[in-house]
C-alpha cells in the first residue's frame, strides 16, 4: 500500500507507469564491455556478474558506499550482520576486483561505520596506499538508552599511487562564518565583509560537520534507508575527479554518486542489484538533466551549516 505523507515532503517516489518508462535506462552486461559501452550507464545487476565484464583501468575515482556490518533489508535483498572475520572476507570478495577498474592515477572513497572501519582499513591497505579517513558527524542516528547514539561515519581516502594523484583542493574550500574578524591596518585579514555577514574561504579538513543527512522535506530524499547526501558526494567528486573524469559506484543504491557526477560534469557508471533503487537511480539522473542544484553547494563554494539565509541572499 502507498505510504501517506505529509503535504511538504519531498520524498521522491516512483508510479507504477514511471517505472515502465524509466526501466528503459537501467542497462544490463552479460559479455565484455568497452568504455563507451559502460560509461553513463546504470547496471541493474549483482556487482560479481558485473565486474566479470567491465573494463580494466577505466575510472579516475571509486566511491563505494557499500551494505555496512549490520543487518539491513534492501528492498528485499538482505544484509545480515555476521562477525568481523566474515565481514573481512566479505570486503576481500569485491574490493581488489573493484580497485583493478581504476587508472594508475586513481583514488578511491570507502564509507563506513565505527564497526566495520577497521576491516574496511585493512583490505583497503591491501591493494592501494591509505592517505586519509574523514569523519563525517551526520548527526542524526537512533537514541539508544544503554550506549551513544551513533552520529558519525568515516570514509576512507586511499589512491593508486602517491605519488601521482588528482586532488582540486581549491574546488573544495568551505565558506565559515568568521568569529573573531581580525584587522590589519584597518581592513580584514584572510576574511570578507560581504552583503551576507563576515565569512572566509577556509581549507577542508578532515572532519566534516557541514552535512547532515537527507530527509523528507529535502528534494533529493527517497525512501532508500541509507542514502548519503548530494553534498557529501559532491565534495569527493570536486575533489578528486578532474571535469570529464569517470566516477564508479558498486554499490549506487538510489544513485547519490552518478547524479552528483552529472550535475558536476563528470561521467558515471553505477551498479545496483535492487531494480526499485536503480530506477529511483534514473528517476534523479533524468531530473539531473535540467536542474544540477546541490544542497548546500552554492555559487561553486560549500557553505557551512545553518547559512541558508544567507546563501539566498547571494543569489
Ligand atoms: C549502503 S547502500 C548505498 C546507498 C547509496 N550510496 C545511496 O546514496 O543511495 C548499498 C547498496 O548496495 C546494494 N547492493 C548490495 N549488494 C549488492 C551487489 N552484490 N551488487 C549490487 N548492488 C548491491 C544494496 O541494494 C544497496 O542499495
Not at 12 to 29: H, I, W
Not at 73 to 96: C, H, M, Q
Not at 156 to 181: H, I, L, M, T
Not at 222 to 229: F, G, R, V, Y
Request: one cysteine or more; proline letters at 4%.
Amino acid at each position: 500500500m502507498e505510504k501517506q505523507r505529509a503535504g511538504r515532503n519531498r520524498t521522491m517516489t516512483l508510479s507504477d507507469t514511471e517505472k515502465e518508462e524509466l526501466r528503459k535506462d537501467l542497462s544490463f552486461l552479460s559479455e565484455k564491455s568497452a568504455v563507451d559501452g559502460a560509461v553513463d550507464k546504470t547496471f541493474n545487476q549483482d556487482l560479481f556478474e558485473v565486474l566479470e565484464y567491465l573494463p580494466k583501468h577505466f575510472v579516475d575515482l571509486l566511491i563505494i558506499d557499500p551494505p555496512y556490518n549490520l543487518s539491513k533489508n534492501f528492498a528485499g535483498n538482505k544484509f545480515k550482520k555476521t562477525d568481523d572475520v566474515a565481514y573481512i572476507e566479505y570486503v576481500r570478495s569485491w574490493l581488489p576486483k573493484v580497485m583493478e577498474l581504476l587508472k594508475p592515477n586513481g583514488s578511491v572513497y570507502i564509507c563506513c561505520d565505527w564497526k566495520c572501519t577497521s576491516a574496511i582499513y585493512q583490505v583497503l591497505s591491501e591493494c592501494a596506499v591509505v592517505v586519509n579517513r574523514i569523519t563525517w558527524q551526520r548527526e542524526k542516528g537512533r537514541g539508544a538508552k544503554t550506549n551513544w547514539k551513533n552520529a558519525m561515519e568515516d570514509i576512507w581516502f586511499g589512491v593508486a599511487d602517491e605519488n601521482d594523484y588528482y586532488f582540486d583542493v581549491e574546488a573544495v574550500k568551505q565558506k565559515r562564518r568568521v568569529v573573531a574578524p581580525y584587522k590589519e591596518d584597518g581592513k580584514p585579514k584572510d576574511w570578507e565583509e560581504t552583503d551576507e555577514g563576515k565569512f572566509r574561504l577556509t581549507y577542508p579538513s578532515n572532519f566534516w560537520d557541514d552535512i547532515s543527512i537527507p530527509y523528507w522535506s529535502m528534494p533529493e530524499n527517497t525512501d532508500h534507508p541509507t542514502q548519503k547526501p548530494e553534498k557529501l558526494i559532491a565534495k569527493l567528486i570536486l575533489a578528486s575527479c578532474p571535469v570529464d573524469g569517470i566516477v564508479f559506484d558498486p554499490f549506487l543504491g538510489s544513485g547519490t554518486t552518478s547524479v552528483v557526477a552529472k550535475k558536476l560534469g563528470r561521467h558515471y557508471c553505477g551498479v545496483e542489484i535492487s531494480e526499485e533503487y536503480a530506477l529511483l537511480a534514473a528517476k534523479r539522473l533524468r531530473k539531473a538533466e535540467t536542474d544540477t542544484n546541490i544542497q548546500g553547494y552554492n555559487d561553486g563554494v560549500f557553505w557551512e551549516r545553518n547559512t541558508l539565509n544567507q546563501q539566498k541572499k547571494k543569489k
